[in-house]
């Protein structure tokens, strides 16, 4: 009976006609002898749910590495975390290899001497290397006050360097602005949380003040930045583009796409009667004042959509090195009987000059060496970016000027 039970997944009713092709004999052949082979010779007897979720598993991971299975108790746990402890840093599977993309300011990883594209190799003395994803995030989870132990490569050396850290309860900040010299305005988004535009208009209108209505640039910083929420990333980028203006096209086989998403005010608040965030922001400041962005490798999907938009509406220079290359859609597709999610990739973006940055990242306006990472105090990125806004180009001057303790 068992064996049945697990031979009809291949085999269950529809699933040839919603396939482009039946499946081929010889592969229902190699998967009938392969449960056949575990049920009868492995070491132990595998209950159904293991066999049954591994397969599942693996024909999602077989499409592409964004795409998953998450069971019941793990897609629990990421809407209810039960332990809230957490280092503070961002990571992603590149090519099986789990790299950081940002350790949070003032984190414990931040503090502890975590960087920007070291490889985890090692959580607690087990190899990590090849685990899925939500595997990873749930070893660096923990009870607040407990500590992890944490191995990681760094670019260039050859020896594995061993953190010892402890998890606390922690928040990166989403926004952070300041007045540079020249009356240039500097904000930094390290994502696109479901408040970022909110906090976004704030550090304009904060800065707008601090300039007495007289800002004569802006820098809006995306490094390290890996998206979020898609209607929030058509938001940012709607706050410095005209109505209607093209943001992205979606591309893909579900009954919402292909869409083309603009600077429309309903395609980023949810309600007809949801307030403008951008209420009270300065339009000079949104639409008219030169714009620079700064993106890095670990500038991803939603970032990218909003560094995209910039450039190819010609309302802002794009400076740094090529982005991290996420143009997909991600959707939670819940399976019936409350037996966990498909995480699928459902829709790929493109600019609105349609080109796909998938897989190959967007190329900067001003591509600058080493963007990835900074030497001492010094930001090369920010310096280059700041040459290309009008009140800086001739100026020789200091750029960041001392703040009051």
């Known amino acids: ?35 056949a082979r575990i049920r009868t010779d492995y070491v132990d007897v595998p209950s159904d749910q293991k066999l049954i979720g591994g397969c599942v598993s693996g024909m999602v991971a077989a499409l592409d590495r964004y795409s998953s299975y998450i069971d019941k108790e793990k897609y629990d746990n990421l809407l209810n975390p039960k332990q809230t402890g957490v280092i503070g840093i961002e990571v992603r599977d590149r090519d099986g290899l789990i790299e950081v993309l940002t350790p949070f300011e003032g984190s414990a990883a931040a503090r502890g001497g975590i960087l920007a594209g070291d490889v985890i190799v090692r959580i607690d003395a087990k190899p990590v290397t090849g685990l899925p994803l939500d595997e990873i995030i749930r070893l660096l989870r923990g009870d607040k006050g407990s500590r992890i132990k944490i191995a990681i490569v760094r670019e260039g050396e050859a020896k594995a360097r061993e953190f010892d850290l402890e998890r606390e309860a922690y928040s990166p900040p989403i926004a952070d602005g300041r007045l540079l010299a020249g009356n240039i305005a500097y904000v930094r988004l390290a994502r696109f949380s479901p408040d970022a535009m909110t906090l976004l208009a704030d550090q304009l209108k904060k800065l707008d003040k601090e300039a007495g209505s007289n800002v004569r640039g802006l820098v809006l910083d995306l490094r390290g930045n890996t998206g979020g929420l898609l209607p929030v990333s058509i938001g940012i980028a709607a706050a410095f583009l005209p109505t209607d203006a093209p943001i992205a096209e979606l591309r893909g086989r579900s009954k919402d796409v292909p869409m083309s998403l603009t600077a429309k005010k309903s395609n980023y608040v949810r309600g007809a009667f949801a307030p403008n965030p951008y209420e009270g922001v300065s339009e000079q400041v949104r639409q008219s004042v030169p714009l620079v962005v700064l993106v890095n490798g670990y500038t991803s999907s939603g970032a990218e959509i909003v560094a995209g938009a910039l450039q190819d509406n010609k309302r802002a220079i794009v400076v740094g090195s090529n982005t991290a290359g996420i143009g997909t859609i991600q959707t939670l597709l819940p399976l ?47 310096e280059r970016a700041l040459q290309q806004l009008p009140p800086l180009k001739a100026a020789q001057t200091d750029l960041f000027p001392r703040r009051e303790q």
Do not use: C, H, Q, W
């Open 1 to 35: 009976m068992t064996r049945t039970i697990l031979v009809a997944i291949a085999l269950l009713p529809g699933f040839a006609e919603a396939a482009a092709d039946p499946p081929p004999t010889d592969m229902t052949r190699i998967f009938n002898e392969s449960v």
């Open 336 to 382: 019936g009987g409350n037996d966990g999610v498909l995480k699928l990739t459902t829709a790929r973006y493109l600019t609105p000059k349609l080109r796909s940055f998938d897989g190959k990242g967007l190329v900067p306006d001003i591509v600058v060496e080493g963007a990835d990472r900074r030497t001492g105090e010094r930001d090369a990125v920010l």
